[in-house]
């Protein structure tokens, strides 16, 4: 633990870390496969796939929001066990498909909403049990065992593959997200020490439309949405057409972002807490999207490889004081509809980036598209700059009523 984590995490923490990691192993496990499920069994199209993710991006927004919102009325633990429970069951439908294309598709749309059902109440949840000035070493410790499951999980899909097809693959999915709900079940508790007394007494999408600090601060994720999803799904496309890397070699690339992640972003992120998070966020967007600009100049092995190590630096910053600054920002009996408001940004820049780089990328050339992703970062910096210091400023008149309070 040491090795991963750095030190120590805070006790109160290691359930949701143990179902985040069970979790997102399993996710992780059917997910990167699915596509090619649809292409392959299916013979779904890329316009018809594309559709697809499209939608589901959609759902999971929304399914997301409303999730967060029944938590906060409900109980994070009750949501995150009905979402992970009907998943479990969920993935067997796959066996049911035969060769319906829209059949298929659309249960890929609704395990995308469950999938996204639990997500908001967790994140809700880490603020519920940890103390407001621990909240971004504890979303780093979260973000950490993500990304455990997600390195480990294509392996296993790749194993269940290899030794029963399709056929075992989906079976075994469900065991592996029966077994995130079991611990999910078992550990994680009702209630934490910072959560609210009660359940909400007004609406929370009307809290949140005139909330203006945290809208500008959705629109800064947007765009810092933008710029993330451009790495996953654009950057490829981009080294294996434009700079001559061979589709293999994509994957060895990739690596080093989960290598970094797995063993660096605790320490970063304890390193620079001293820093003012305002800073950190410009820090962290110029990171992710100014080096783009390098591939314009050289497609050399060194230089794919900085930009990939500036991209991660980034998105290490990026993370932690993101989801910081919504647990500060959320009004504490509305703090699932937050979290699951600014999921939704997600799902918004998975929708866009694709869709704006491929089109800029066609019409102008890889060059002119990673400079609007740069573009892109510079305007995310400056808007995300102005809502953190508003989320200081709230947190000081917080801090004051509750001293004249007492």
Partial sequence: MHLIWGAEVDPALRPVLLVTLMGSLAGSSAWNFMGIWAVKELGATSTQLSYGYLLMAAVG????????????????????????????????????VGGNIW????????????GSFGGSAGQAMVADLVPPDRHEEAYASVRVAANLGVTMGPPIGSFFLLIGGWTLFFPCVSLLALSAWFLA???????????????????????????????????????????????????????????????????????????????????????????????RWVVAMLL???????????????????????????????????????????????????????????????ALAPFMGLQVRGAAGDTAMWAAFAAVAVVGAVLGAIAIRGVGSRRRASSASAVLDT
Wanted: aromatic share 14%; glycine share 12%.
């Fill in 61 to 96: 927004g929304f399914v997301g929001y409303g999730a967060g919102h029944l938590s906060d009325h409900f109980g994070r633990r009750r949501v995150i066990l009905f979402g992970q429970g009907i998943l479990a069951v969920y993935v067997l439908l796959f066996l049911t």
């Fill in 103 to 114: 059949f298929g598709l659309g249960l890929m749309v609704g395990a995308a909403g469950l």
């Fill in 185 to 279: 079940f078992r550990y994680l508790p009702k209630r934490g020490a910072y959560a609210p007394e009660g359940p909400p007494e007004r609406g929370s999408f009307k809290v949140i439309v005139h909330d203006r600090t945290f809208l500008v601060f959705m629109l800064a994720s947007v765009f810092a949405w933008v710029v993330y999803v451009a790495y996953e799904t654009v950057l490829p496309i981009s080294l294996v057409e434009s700079h001559g890397v061979p589709t293999w070699a994509w994957g060895f690339l990739l690596v080093v972002n989960p290598i970094l992640v797995t063993f660096f972003q605790l320490r970063l992120t304890r390193r620079v807490t001293g820093i003012p998070a305002a800073r």
């Fill in 288 to 350: 992710m999207g100014l080096p783009f600009l390098f591939l314009g100049v050289s497609s050399l092995l060194p230089v794919i490889l900085i930009v990939l190590v500036l991209f991660v630096i980034g998105e290490m910053l990026w993370v932690p004081v993101s989801q910081s600054a919504v647990a500060g920002l959320a009004p504490e009996d509305l703090r699932g509809a937050y979290m699951g408001a600014f999921g939704g940004t997600a799902a918004m820049g998975f």
